[in-house]
Structures are given as C-alpha cells and as structure tokens.
C-alpha cells in the first residue's frame, strides 16, 4: 500500500466515524428534547401492559369462580351461598340459575332472549297471529323465521291459504329454515 492508499483509507475511516458521532449526537440531541415524552410513553406502555395483565387474571378468576358456583349451584339447587357467590361473580349466569329454579317464571328472570323464547312460545300455543307479526318485525328477534313458519303453519290450519303463502314467501333463500319452507310451499301449491 502506497501512502496515498493509506491517507485515503484513514480519511474515510475518519469520515465513517464523523457520520456515527455525528447521528449520536442527533440522538442524543433528540433524546434530550423529548425526554418527557419518551419516558412519559413508555412508562405508560408498562403501566397498560400491567393493567391489561391484572385485568385478565382477575376476569379469568371471576370466570372459574363463578363456573364452579355455577356448578354447586347445578348439584345442589337449595345452596343459598353458591347462589349469592353466582350473582357477585357473574350477573347473567347468576340471572340463568334463577330462572331454573323459578321453573321458567320470565317475570323473575333478565336472562337474554329468554324473554323471546318465552314470548314465541306463548304465541305459538295461543295461536297469536298478532304476536307472531310483531316479532317478525323486531330485527333482532332469535328466532324470525320459525315466526314466519309458525305463521304459515297457524294459517294453514285456519284454512286462509292465500295469507300463508304470502307470509312463507318471506323466508330468505339463506335461512336455515328453508328446507322446511320449501315443503310447506309445496303444500300450499295445491291450495
């Protein structure tokens, strides 16, 4: 190697070890000036991590209380304290329990579409058209195209053909109730 080579090489390694000092200090400059922030950041990020963490503990462990209340409360149906342990754990399985031991009273029960359960049965066995039309319009109502059927079914049996073939034409082609639609369209085909 020849001088020149080595004074060349010797300022590029200066040059390679300018740019390094030169971003350090662009970091250190940045870092300075945002300090609060950064620490401020990250200090949350490890707080939420944390409170993320407790709460999944504290949620899995309502969750295994209340399924073993649930399941006191399943082998034995007088056990006042799994019942009072159910309703501090978990409120809609606490709500479940209750209305199995009320023998499916709705009046003591908030369970979820228990109501509409209840409600649809009810009509189907009073024969209610104007129940079974209301909970064809609420949209979110479980069970919409068993209404429909049961409608279809009641009007069959009243002999008012016309208004069952209009109402059985309202299942959708994705329910999963259409095989037994299709069936009683091909029923009424001839009526």
């Not at 004074?7 to 000092?21: A, C, G, L, N, R």
């Not at 209380?65 to 034995?76: E, P, V």
């Not at 309703?87 to 579409?113: C, H, M, P, R």
Request: proline share 1%; net charge neutral.
């Amino acid at each position: 190697m020849s001088l020149k080579e080595n004074v060349s090489y010797i300022k590029d390694e200066i040059s390679t070890e300018e740019q390094f000092f030169e971003n350090f200090f662009k970091i250190e400059k940045f870092y300075k000036r945002y300090k609060k922030v950064i620490l401020s950041s990250v200090v949350l990020l490890v707080v939420g991590l944390i409170g993320f963490t407790i709460s999944n503990i504290v949620s899995e462990k309502n969750l295994n209380t209340s399924n073993d209340a649930y399941g006191k409360f399943l082998a034995n149906n007088e056990d006042k304290a799994a019942l009072e342990e159910l309703k501090s754990a978990n409120e809609e399985l606490y709500n479940i329990a209750v209305f199995q031991t009320t023998k499916g009273d709705i009046a003591s029960s908030n369970v979820a579409y228990v109501g509409d359960l209840v409600a649809y049965n009810n009509a189907v066995a009073k024969n209610d058209l104007i129940a079974l039309d209301g909970m064809i319009m609420k949209q979110e109502f479980l069970l919409k195209d068993f209404a429909v059927v049961s409608k279809a079914l009641i009007l069959i049996e009243q002999k008012e053909y016309k208004k069952a073939k209009d109402a059985i034409s309202r299942i959708d082609e994705k329910s999963r109730v259409l095989p037994l639609s299709n069936m009683i369209k091909h029923f009424l085909l001839t009526k």
